[in-house]
């Protein structure tokens, strides 16, 4: 199972609004609506963003969101703070078992 | 509070093997599938293994297969990794990971905070 395509990186200054994309196939992303996203911030365990494509978990804020479209998966974040300054993480089902994204790099400018 | 928290790591020589643990508190175990991911250095995330809440069901990715073993207690709360013929390539930091099979749940949470695994001569 290939790891699914991230870009390295993403920007935006604070108050600004980044996407970051998911490529995977119609094994994976395009099979399932088991979309998961994670926060991790260096040297910490990452955290559960967003779930089932599109949900969030009790505490996250609104400004994190998430979608959908066929064999990619998108994850944005609105309002951006210092604090959204972290790698991010796309992980889908993928029958068996689950395939992870390469990763993304958000930085706050 | 909810904590998953794991041990058993250290460096292990190649062709070594290592078991680790991971002990749940704070919520009801038996009711999570449990799952290792792991962490390269300066790596992504890579899923290694999971097993069914009562044990009965397990699945690796295609690297664990053959080498590794998954295993839980639920009378001590606890989610195993048995590994064997380690390799070079096997050094990162392996975290355990939930899910929640009474809410059908296909993400991940809680996660532990993990523990490296340093496979070196």
């Known amino acids: 199972q290939s790891a699914l395509t991230q870009p390295h990186s993403a920007s935006g200054s604070p108050g600004q609004s980044v996407t970051i994309s998911c490529t995977g196939t119609s094994s994976d992303v395009g099979a399932y609506n088991f979309v998961s996203w994670y926060q991790q911030h260096p040297g910490k365990a990452p955290k559960l963003m967003i779930y089932d494509v599109s949900k969030r978990p009790s505490g996250v804020p609104d400004r994190f969101s998430g979608s959908k479209s066929g064999n990619t998966a998108s994850l944005t974040i609105s309002g951006l703070q210092a604090d959204d300054e972290a790698d991010y993480y796309c992980c889908s089902h993928a029958g068996s078992s689950y395939v992870f994204g390469t990763g993304t790099k958000v930085t706050v400018l | 509070e909810v904590q998953l928290l794991e041990s058993g790591g250290g460096l292990v020589q190649p062709g070594g093997s290592l078991r680790l643990s991971c002990a749940a508190s704070?919520?009801?175990?038996?009711?999570?599938?449990m799952n290792w991911v792991r962490q390269s250095p300066g790596e992504g995330l890579e899923w290694v293994s999971a097993i069914s809440t009562g044990g009965s069901d397990t699945d690796y990715a295609d690297f664990a297969k053959g080498r590794f073993t998954v295993s839980r207690d639920n009378s001590k709360n606890t989610l195993y990794l048995q590994m064997n013929s380690l390799r070079a390539e096997d050094t990162a930091i392996y975290y355990c990971?939930?899910?929640?099979?009474?809410?059908?749940?296909?993400?991940?949470?809680?996660w532990g905070q993990g523990t490296l695994v340093t496979v070196s001569s």
């Open positions: 704070g919520f009801t175990f038996s009711r999570y599938d």
């Open positions: 990971a939930g899910e929640d099979d009474y809410n059908d749940a296909n993400w991940f949470d809680p």
